[in-house]
Nanobody
């Protein structure tokens, strides 16, 4: 079955950096657009960054532009989110998402999430 496993979360001080990873299995990774979402306590889940299946195009939430970078390695079936200049408001559970549109249905998978806490 499809599995998305996030890793790399943790506690970091404001201004620091962190890289989270999402390793995929059970799917043809190179066919899927990949995204990172986050959800802070009491808030709705929001899109942070997305990357197309071949990695040729990326998109970011305004709140993270210039600070976060999404990338992927299709050979390793892994997507990354490099987070720099972290702020306390970046504190959230970060989720990996894999998505593609098939002929008759969409395919949409989620990881279990990894906690990122930005605090001094």
């Amino acid at each position: 079955q499809v599995q998305l496993v996030e890793s790399g979360g943790g506690l970091v001080q404001p201004g620091g950096s962190l890289r989270v990873s999402c390793a995929a299995s059970g799917l043809t990774f190179s066919n899927y657009a990949m995204s990172w979402y986050r959800q802070a306590p009491g808030k709705e889940r929001e899109l942070v960054a997305a990357i197309t299946s071949a990695g040729g195009s990326t998109n970011y939430a305004d709140s993270v532009k210039g600070r976060f970078t999404i990338s992927r390695d299709n050979a390793k079936k892994t997507v990354y989110l490099q987070m720099n200049s972290l702020k306390p408001e970046d504190t959230a559970v970060y989720y990996c998402n894999a998505f593609r549109e098939g002929l008759v249905r969409t395919y949409d998978y989620w990881g279990q999430g990894t906690q990122v806490t930005v605090s001094s």
